[in-house]
């Protein structure tokens, strides 16, 4: 039995407590959760607590028999692993309910005709938008990436006499969009943008409404764990608390709950393998009151906090600081501090400027400084395979410089600094 209690959020809204039952039932078929119930009622009464960083999303980890699972997606996780979303068939169909859900609170109905621009292949977003569009009976364009503008126009094209009026895509992706085709057309068909992968500045949102009269709505979610949608009004997001419970909890605890503070993510749809507790370093706030769109679903106010925050290229590939270091940690010698600039060029494809440093001592032993700068490439450009397939791919491009580290900072740390120039993050 789990003895660990999920604290319950002051929700006016009844919680679904057999939702959670049935989730904690799975959770003892986990090998995973298994080592947290043992050690909560024996050992340390830890409360059960998950994060990437556990590596939750692998396939020993399933709380059903595989026989159940119909679908696996992947995603590029690190540099040593890689992380597996298998899903059953009552689990697939719930979370793309919830999200056509989602997609209907911003006005999306069997009326419009959307081109869902995002990764398909192994990966779970362009399949994911795909059947919640198709539940809601709009018409769709399943058209995946290209890097090539001469292709992107073509698709554009199709688009057009498709009567297209939405698009699903990604900041990155879309921003390339505009800059592959003449802009003006943007204006005269499409009205609505959902874009997921990063969350985008209130400047980015303006830019496209005032240029384009396109209205630009941001899901939120994690990890590939689906969690809310902004309304029209942009102030927060919007997420069902039968289908998935947040808890915001005193950092240090992790059962106290506090108005403000770190997130923790139950998903009640969750099946192959539970989410249960998932830890979110953005910190964040719930707002109960009835939004002026008319839904009761409460609303997350996010605050993005630099504690590996995750960055989106051209190609909707995401990575975060913790895969720069990992990336970095295999070099000798061993860096001292890393800066990244991302830059925007005109074709809307992502230039990546790396400043390392190492110790003035180290750069000296360094005998072929051409070769030593190629290695430190080829261990970025194994960040993960997302990010390898976008350096491959011609979506974003790597340039290495190197430095001497005058930082007493950086001692016993090796830093990660970013710095994103580009009009999606520019608040």
Known sequence: MISCKLQMSKNPKKVNHEGIRNLLKLAKKSEYYRDFIFEFSKKSR???ITSGNNHLFDI??????????????????????LNIFPFTKKEWEKRNEYIADCYKLVGISNKDSAWISLPYGPWIDGHMSQ???RLIGCNFLPATLSNNQIMMQRIWQEAQQMDVNLIISSPSILRFIEKSIN???LSSKINKAILSKDLVSKRYKKYFKNKYNIDVFNVYQVDNIFIGIECKYHNGFHYDPDRVLIEIVNERSHLEMVKYGNMLITSLISEAIPVIRYKINNKAKINFNLCRCGSNWPRLNIKETNIDKKYEISGGVNFSSSQISNALSVLKPKFKECLLEIIENKEGKCLMNFY?????SDIEKIKNEKKFIEKIKNSLENMSLNFKD???EGYAEIVIYFRVSNSKKSKKINLIKIKDKRILNQK
């Not at 390392?356 to 003035?360: L, M, P, W």
């Open 390 to 392: 976008a350096i491959f």
């Open 356 to 360: 390392i440093k190492f110790k003035n």
């Open 60 to 81: 020993k980890n399933l709380a059903v028999d595989t026989k159940k699972l119909i679908y696996y997606f992947f995603d590029g996780g690190g540099v040593n692993y």
């Open 46 to 48: 830890k409360p059960i």
């Open 183 to 185: 802009g003006l057309e």
């Open 131 to 133: 059947d919640a569009v």
